[in-house]
Nanobody, 120 residues
Framework: QVQLMESGGGLVQPGGSLRLSCAAS????????MGWYRQAPGKERELVTG????????HYADAVKGRFTLSRDSAKRTIHLQMNSLKSEDTAVYYC?????????????WGQGTQVTVSS
C-alpha cells in the first residue's frame, strides 16, 4: 500500500513563504507522477503542480506560476513545494498526490492534507 508522508504548511502573512514536502513509500512501480492539489473552502480540489517520473519537469497551474517551485529529490519519490509571494487566495488544504501510471489505468493515492493559511 502506498503511503504519503506530508510535512510543512501553517500560517504565514501575505508575501511570505512556506515549504511543503511529501515522501511516497510502498510503491516500486514506474512510471509514476507526483504533485500537489489544493482545496479551498467551498471550492473543488484543483491541481497546483506536478511532475512525471520520466520527465522531471514540473507543470504549474497559471495561478502559481512564477511563485511556486516544485523540486524532486534525486532517485527518490520525494517532492518539495517552495511557495513564495503567498497570497490570501492560496489559502487551502494542500494534498500530496501520487499516481501509478499503469497500462490502461491510473492508480491515485492521497496524503492526509496539510493546511496553508495566508493571512495578516
Amino acid at each position: 500500500q502506498v503511503q504519503l508522508m506530508e510535512s510543512g504548511g501553517g500560517l504565514v502573512q501575505p508575501g511570505g513563504s512556506l515549504r511543503l514536502s511529501c515522501a511516497a513509500s510502498g510503491s516500486t512501480f514506474s512510471p509514476w507522477a507526483m504533485g500537489w492539489y489544493r482545496q479551498a473552502p467551498g471550492k473543488e480540489r484543483e491541481l497546483v503542480t506536478g511532475l512525471l517520473s520520466s520527465e522531471g519537469l514540473p507543470h504549474y497551474a497559471d495561478a502559481v506560476k512564477g511563485r511556486f517551485t516544485l523540486s524532486r529529490d534525486s532517485a527518490k519519490r520525494t517532492i518539495h513545494l517552495q511557495m513564495n509571494s503567498l497570497k490570501s487566495e492560496d489559502t487551502a488544504v494542500y494534498y500530496c498526490n501520487f499516481k501509478e501510471l499503469r497500462p490502461g489505468r491510473t492508480l491515485d493515492f492521497w496524503g492526509q492534507g496539510t493546511q496553508v493559511t495566508v493571512s495578516s
